[in-house]
């Protein structure tokens, strides 16, 4: 009676531009009506997990509760966006396990145009010291093996990156492309990757 | 374009019928083709809260994690079923400040007579001093002073009690009564509450 829920996980390093896109998506697809909530890693530390560090069972705990409540808005119907760090392989193939419809994208973006970038300043601050466990300085990045989908943020404007992954969720068939108009006028491939060098701090830096 | 969302909150001490009617009504609304979710308070302390105890301090963040997962399943045009000890009041007006869509079930219930139904052998341990911190008994529970529905598990059938609660949620305008089959033979006070005496392990200590 109601559209088909699924997660859609973001994972990248510091910076590479995960919650970015996640909100795009999200606009893109509020837009049209669907019921689309955003999991930020940032707030749902806040919320769910004040508690937790960043050690590996710190950061895997969190992963599981992000997946916990992803599973539960997927399976009323929901579009839940997450967009976390989720550094290690195996807790995102948890996550796609007890999810099941679960579309993974990675961002992306090598480590100096995520430092360059540094959105939060986190970057300087692991660099001196000041920060433990910081991932892509003191801590493990694993890239995902089989993505879904790869967005490179270095390459693309975020708008095509956005495209792409609309396009790829018309073609799972979450919904049909003619709903979206980012993908109206569009071939049926419509990714069209900007080659135009690194796009550093334009405008992924804002 | 869908369901209005909204979250039903039952509250009570332990045994006193919770779960139980959670399921009940998961079921009434599910069967209909409403998108419904139960968290309740035992998967949920596994799920999000392993790490929390149950000290004033750690019950009340544990009831804000729930309130901020129904928050999101409410925004999305879900019904979330809480089913949490939840013994402060004050926990509780936040949930329904944050969620807005706040249905407050107090599950009202003698403590003797919870005592005597123990579903989980915890009164008994409580009573032997094995657990502290026990709503009820070492821990206080303060009731709803303003609950929007009062179910008396010790007085009611839990079919009683389910009615109770379709009809209000209809009265509310959540949905139509002549979606949900309970209501439809009914008349507009459709609650008959069985004055036959207690129920004593009868159906509740199942």
Not at 35 to 61: A, N, P
Not at 125 to 144: L, V
Request: aromatic share 6%.
């Amino acid at each position: 009676m109601r559209q088909k829920g699924f997660t859609i996980w973001f994972t990248g390093l510091p910076s590479s531009g995960k919650s970015t896109l996640a909100r795009l998506v999200q606009q893109a697809l509020d837009e049209v009506g669907l019921d689309v909530v955003v999991l930020d890693g940032d707030e749902i530390r806040q919320r769910l997990s004040k508690d937790l560090g960043f050690s590996k069972e710190g950061r895997e705990e969190n992963i599981r509760r992000i997946a916990y409540v992803a599973k539960l808005l997927t399976k009323i119907g929901g579009i839940a966006i997450v967009a976390a760090i989720s550094p290690y392989r195996e807790s995102r193939e948890r996550a796609r396990m007890e999810i099941g419809d679960f579309v993974e994208v990675f961002v992306d973006c090598p480590l100096p145009v995520c430092m360059q970038r540094d959105v939060k300043g986190l970057y300087l601050k692991a660099n001196r010291g000041e920060i433990q466990n910081f991932t892509g300085i003191s801590d493990p990045y694993e890239p995902p093996a089989d993505p879904d989908i790869i967005v490179r943020t270095d390459q693309e404007s975020p708008e095509a990156s956005l495209k792409k992954i609309l396009a790829k969720l018309a073609e799972l068939r979450y919904f049909p492309r003619s709903l979206v108009k980012h993908l109206v006028n569009d071939k049926p491939d419509p990714v069209k990757v900007k080659k135009t060098g690194m796009m550093l701090g334009q405008p992924w830096s804002v």
